[in-house]
């Protein structure tokens, strides 16, 4: 089947077998290998990326239902050589030990802040509650996400990938053409 | 070069390895992708104990993109065995461990055939077109059953027993006779515990992949063993070991379920040479649970002695300890690391402990986060709550009654080993202090008082353990077959900048940062000047890799003296360039001076001049590298006091951590952001352990917890925030005065949290609950019942029915 | 773990979706969010010949205000079910536990109606459509046709649903003004609830006028309990914890929880 997809800026089209998980897709057709694959059943979130700007878990679906949508992957979160402020903070927080849940950590704790700007430590928790790290132990994600929410605030860096209750009411449904 | 102006052990760098790691730059071993690359797929048994009849791969064969389909007799004359390095007795029973089943396989997950395909799509395709014909055999699970041998594992054995290892402290001349002691006692405690078994669960599923391209086999493997891989894999394949490289790339955790030479490692070696291509083998999660090694799986009969006035004066333990089917790379050696560490910070008269190794038809156990010393740690601090309990005792007060006083340092154990340093009064004062000990008893006894629904408890984990692994005279003589040395070299470039390669392994722990730390502090060039080389055998030829806490406190050690070396000879050369006496040379942040004068040469510029050799006192070689080897004479001993108070919902079983303390006393710390972390990090696996985690067989040996979905990795919404802490009594064993810090987390935490459940619940009958404490369980034990009651996740994929609706 | 080949088709109508699964018979298999389907995929628990992707009807998305009910989309995504102000002023009950669903991925993906249709027994979405008198709304080759949650599930993974059918849409009774909560016990935040009891409670002058609960994985399918409901007409909060007793006779560990939970559950929604 043929696809065409966004992906970190680019718009790329690609013949794809119609089972071709979205995360192979992104890994093997376009080298984007920052996304990895940590499980089988969606639980492990470490293959997060954004579709449209929401989280979801590129292992949990299949290359063609991304036709016509735009991916974002971690790789295409710094922009002209700036990182992200969530990237700063989980560097400055020492939020990573081995970074194989990284990105995906990185990419749900991102959309987490577009939804909550200011989250206390029971909602970080919780918002991040479909992404496992086997080294931290969390404490140090969490705070860098409360870190991020800081310098993420209003004046404070780059408004990216926020986004209001409107935008998510109009936004395209998930699918085929 | 400029000079470094404080000291940077003891900075909290942030880590060297994130630039690449938070922007998805990191080189993983699946994101190889190589000219002419085969995929390769493996077919596991679903059963676990069977003869294998037949098994047809020729539908498999001529499915399309399939290059070839191998089974265990199209490799069995070349796959050997898988190698096992720790006989820990003479008379040891190891069955032949085959990569690739042959004509029996032994646990559910076993491989028993392989797909060769151009892509893992095909590969997978095709592995569902193989037919294998079982003809099952009887199951062995439970330990105690496979002890009376009705049903054999290995019917060629003739026993299950693998072997039994005792230590006992009157034949070692450590201490006194356990059983005299026991005979004499006021009191005399039995307790059994289980430790369940645990799966290792690193993020980073494993990958392999294999250039056998210019008579050069080029391993990737995500692996912590590099080194080692590479020695095992040449004595296995027959393969020269110069004619094998194995790069350990950005590796996504370990937590020692990567120290393994792997079925598919030698497999995927095996297919390459044979098809002249290169290989890649990638397991999905569901692949890694079961065929990954396992950890802990033992159950513990312990003995306890004391005085009525609280003084132990011995313990006896009795283990039973599930190797699974085959032993591993150091599957039977796990549990006598334990050994050592029963009698913990305590002083005992009589110390015995007897170990059998049994054979079960279940996944093969090995290392595992604290690997034997997490399972001692546990029983001790169950029971010394036990003779608190049975005494009326505080029992953090009876702990400190027998625990070795910081004065009585270095102090000889009566496991037969020597403890440098320690201070456990310091560490446990400090815990007390920011746990708010008396406040939480006096609302434990509130709440008590008016039956509240929610009792709380207090637990405590007065622990240490042995790291620094290892002296070799010592792992010789438990019949280990390597050292536990480590290697490092300093290359000193001639712009100034520094190259370090090290034997140690990381997989997350950051030795790029820590080690450059300590480079940056003993030559006094900038920290960002040094890059540290590890991983690739070509580049750090020699090494013993990472695991056991052992990095900094040999690795670290080896790289101090690399420094000094460089430094003699630079002294030397910077004496000729000053043109003075070496012994008036002196040396700071970086700089050489002649004492009393302005006389300076930088270490750049002595560099420089070792580089061009134009003008170097007689018979010096030019260059400033140099390598050195380190190995220690004695263990560390990290120890410290962890205290947990947990709420214990009594209507559900539910239990909820409050607030947990740990101090740790790690010795010197050269970046706490980064020993914090690895303590966050074993709290978690630690925690797991108490609450969560467990592997289960079903009644066929068919793992029912092989995926995330049913086994349960907390997530961040299921722990707590930790409260860190630490004391400094620094190891005398080693010049940094390090002790390692990657285990004490997941040491430390299980006892705590158990003691605490217990705690809050003994008041109302309940005298143990099995782990993980589930909610079915805390509340079955509540009601009086067994505590063997057992709750598999609800729900869980295994469920799932195929023929379900629109979803 | 990958999936085994199948063919992918993109209706872009119900009717289409319809014809298309007519045409595919038993083998075809309808993908909403796919945040269950494709895990099963993956492990080829399940093989399905085609998939019938209705990602793209956007006519099955939203909520709408339909009289003394709400229609739900079938495919509105349980972020949307989360955000949306028809549910939260008319059926709160059904925002509080959408919350609990799965993690927050797997909610901007994973659709109302295809976790109603999965019909997990523990599933969350289940017991509160139940006790909330939800009609799912199904298309098929014969045209349009109502069920009942109560008939809906009929097992363990199984609903009314023919091989031929798609739902559509759910209409769910308004709730005006009653209070809810979902109380839920599960043993790590990503695993199935062990139980957990959905319920809705409507307080009129001090005392309570009309109470739902239903329970989720206490058997095959959703389980209303009654016998609670109709023991809380007319009477006082105060009467909650008795009634509560209802909700399971059985001695066990589930029946136990089915009490403790409810009352809980109960206490939480007229506290609100």
Not at chain 1, 124 to 130: N, P
Not at chain 2, 538 to 558: E, F, I, K, N, P
Not at chain 2, 654 to 682: C, E, F, K
Not at chain 2, 768 to 789: C, K, Q
Request: charged fraction near 20%; include cysteine; charge should be negative.
């Amino acid at each position: 089947m043929h696809i065409s997809v966004n992906v970190d800026g680019v718009t790329y089209a690609d013949e794809v077998e119609p089972r071709l998980l979205l995360v192979h897709y992104l890994r093997e057709r376009l080298g984007k290998t920052g996304t990895v694959i940590g499980c089988d059943t969606g639980n492990c979130g470490a293959c997060t990326v954004h579709l449209d700007g929401h989280s979801v878990k590129s292992c949990q679906m299949f290359a063609v239902q991304a036709n016509g949508h735009e991916v974002t992957t971690i790789e295409g979160l710094a922009r002209d050589g700036k990182l992200h402020p969530v990237q700063e903070a989980f560097r400055s927080n020492h939020a990573l030990q081995c970074g194989f849940c990284t990105p995906g950590m990185i990419m749900q704790a991102i959309d987490l802040l577009a939804d909550e700007s200011d989250p206390d430590d029971e909602t970080v928790r919780k918002g991040l509650e479909g992404n496992l790290c086997r080294c931290t132990g969390y404490q140090n994600i969490v705070r860098a996400v409360q870190d991020a929410a800081q310098r993420m605030k209003p004046g404070a860096g780059p408004k990216i990938e926020q986004h209001s209750d409107e935008h998510v009411g109009s936004r395209q449904p998930v699918g085929g053409e | 070069m400029t000079a470094t102006a404080e000291p940077e052990v003891g900075k909290a760098r942030l880590r060297k390895e994130d630039a690449r790691l938070i922007t998805g730059q990191t080189k993983w071993t699946d994101n190889l992708q190589l000219t002419g690359m085969l995929h390769m797929a493996v077919l596991r048994s679903p059963v676990a104990h069977a003869r294998i009849r037949s098994i047809d791969c020729s539908r498999a064969t001529a499915m399309p993109g399939v290059a070839i389909v191998l089974t265990g007799e199209d490799l069995a004359a070349e796959q050997g065995s898988l190698p096992c390095a720790w006989p820990i007795t003479e008379d040891m029973l190891a069955p032949a461990a085959p990569a690739l089943a042959v004509d029996q396989v032994n646990f559910a997950g076993e491989a028993v055939a392989l797909v060769i395909a151009d892509n893992a799509y095909r590969a997978a395709d095709a592995l569902a077109a193989i037919d294998v014909d079982y003809d099952e055999l009887p199951v062995v699970l439970d330990l105690e059953e496979a002890l009376q041998d009705n049903d054999l594992v290995h019917p060629d054995l003739g026993t299950n027993k693998s072997a039994t290892w005792i230590f006992d402290s009157a034949e070692a001349g450590s201490g006194t006779n356990v059983e005299d002691e026991i005979a004499s006692a006021e009191v005399v405690l039995e307790r059994t515990f289980r430790q369940q078994r645990l799966i290792p669960s690193f993020m980073e599923p494993r990958s392999v992949v294999v250039d056998p391209s210019a008579d050069m086999f080029t391993i990737w493997s995500a692996t912590q063993i590099p080194h080692i891989l590479r020695w095992m894999l040449a004595a296995v394949s027959g393969i020269a070991e110069h004619r094998i490289r194995v790069i350990a790339p950005d590796v996504g955790g370990g937590f020692g379920g990567k120290l393994q030479v792997t079925p598919e490692e030698l497999l995927c070696l095996l297919v390459a040479r044979r098809m002249g291509r290169p290989v890649k083998w990638t397991e999905s999660r569901t692949e890694s649970m079961l065929s990954g090694h396992h950890g802990r799986d033992q159950i513990q009969k312990i003995t306890l002695s004391a005085r009525r006035d609280g003084m132990v004066t011995g313990l006896k333990v009795e283990l039973l300890a599930d190797m699974g089917a085959y032993l591993r790379l150091v599957t039977p050696g796990i549990p006598i690391l334990g050994a050592f560490m029963f009698n913990a910070i305590y002083k005992f008269a009589a110390y015995r402990f007897v170990c059998t190794n049994v054979f079960t038809n279940k996944v093969p156990t090995d290392a595992y986060r604290g690997a034997g010393r997490p399972e001692a740690t546990f029983a001790i601090e169950r029971m010394m709550d036990e003779l608190a309990v049975e005494l009326g005792r505080d029992p953090m007060e009876l702990r400190q009654q027998n625990w070795i006083k910081h004065d009585e340092f270095p102090f000889s154990t009566v496991a037969g080993l020597t403890y440098d340093s320690g201070n456990y009064e310091a560490a446990t004062d400090r815990a007390m202090e920011l746990f708010d000990y008396s406040a939480l008893r006096e609302e434990q006894a509130r709440r008590r008082s008016s039956r509240d629904p929610v009792q709380v408890g207090i637990g405590i984990s007065t622990y240490t353990e042995m790291c620094g692994l290892a002296p070799s005279r010592v792992l010789g003589a438990l019949r280990y077959a390597a050292g536990g040395w480590e290697s490092a070299s300093i290359r000193m470039l001639p712009t100034g900048k520094v190259e370090v390669i090290t034997g140690t392994s990381p997989h997350g722990q950051g030795h790029e940062t820590v080690w450059s730390q300590i480079v940056a502090d003993r030559l006094g060039v900038p920290f960002e000047d040094v890059e540290v080389l590890h991983g690739d055998t070509a580049s750090s030829h020699r090494g013993m890799d990472s695991y056991g806490s052992r990095s900094l406190a040999v690795g670290g050690t080896a790289l101090v003296h690399a420094a000094d070396k460089v430094l003699a000879k630079a002294r030397r050369l910077a004496a000729h360039m000053m043109e003075c006496d070496e012994a008036d040379v002196e040396f700071a942040t970086g700089s050489f001076s002649v004492r009393g004068t302005s006389t300076v040469r930088s270490l750049g510029d002595v560099v420089l001049a070792a580089h061009v050799a134009h003008d170097l006192p007689e018979g010096m070689e030019p260059g400033l590298d140099a390598d050195a080897t380190f190995d220690p004479d004695n263990f560390s001993f990290p120890h410290g006091t962890h205290l947990c108070a947990t709420e214990v919902d009594t209507q559900t079983g539910m239990v909820r951590i409050r607030s947990y303390v740990a101090v740790d006393d790690v010795g010197t710390v050269v970046n706490p952001l980064i020993v914090d972390g690895q303590v966050h990090g074993g709290l978690a696996q630690g925690i797991a352990q108490a609450l969560y985690e467990e592997a289960i067989h079903d009644e066929t040996g068919t793992l029912t917890t092989a995926t995330f979905a049913d086994y349960l990795v907390p997530s961040a919404a299921d722990l707590p925030a930790f409260m860190t802490a630490r004391t400094a009594t620094p190891a005398t064993s080693n010049p940094l005065g390090v002790k390692g810090v990657g285990e004490a987390g997941t040491i430390a935490s299980t006892p705590a949290v158990v003691n605490s459940v217990l705690d809050a619940v003994r008041h109302l009958g309940v005298r143990d609950i099995e782990m993980p404490l589930s909610p079915e369980r805390v509340w079955t034990a509540l009601r009086g019942g067994a505590a063997e009651a057992s709750t598999p996740a609800a729900g869980g994929l295994g469920s799932i029915d195929s023929q379900g609706g629109q979803s | 773990m990958i999936p085994a080949e199948f063919r992918y088709l993109c209706p872009s109508t119900v009717d289409e979706a319809v014809r298309m699964l007519v045409e595919e018979g038993e083998d075809a298999k309808v993908i909403a969010g796919g945040q269950s389907l494709v895990p099963v995929l993956r492990m080829r628990l399940a093989a399905p010949t085609a998939l019938i992707d209705i990602g793209g009807l956007t006519e099955l998305t939203g909520v709408r205000d339909d009289g003394d009910s709400l229609l739900i989309g079938a495919m509105t995504t349980h972020y949307e079910v989360q955000r949306d102000h028809l549910i939260h002023d008319h059926a709160l009950l059904l925002k509080l536990v959408t919350d609990t669903v799965a993690d927050p991925q797997v909610r901007h993906r994973g659709t109302f109606g295809g976790s109603l249709c999965h019909a997990d027994p523990a599933g969350d979405l289940l017991a509160p459509a139940l006790a909330l008198d939800a009609v799912m709304i199904i298309a098929g080759p014969g045209g349009r046709r109502e069920v009942p949650a109560s008939e809906f599930f009929v097992g363990y993974f199984e609903t009314a649903l023919a091989p031929d059918e798609i739902l559509i849409d759910v209409r769910v009774p308004k709730y005006t003004g009653w209070g809810a909560h979902y109380e839920k016990l599960n043993r790590v935040a990503q695993a199935w609830s062990i139980v957990a009891v959905a319920a809705a409670v409507q307080i009129s002058g001090g005392t309570i006028a009309a109470a739902r609960v239903g329970l989720t994985n206490v058997g095959s399918g959703p389980v209303r309990a009654v016998d609670v409901e109709s023991a809380l007409v007319g009477q006082p909060v105060s009467a909650i914890s008795d009634a509560a007793l209802l909700a399971s006779s059985g001695d066990g560990y589930k029946d136990n929880l089915a009490r403790v939970l409810t009352d809980r559950a109960l206490t939480a929604a007229v506290a609100g």
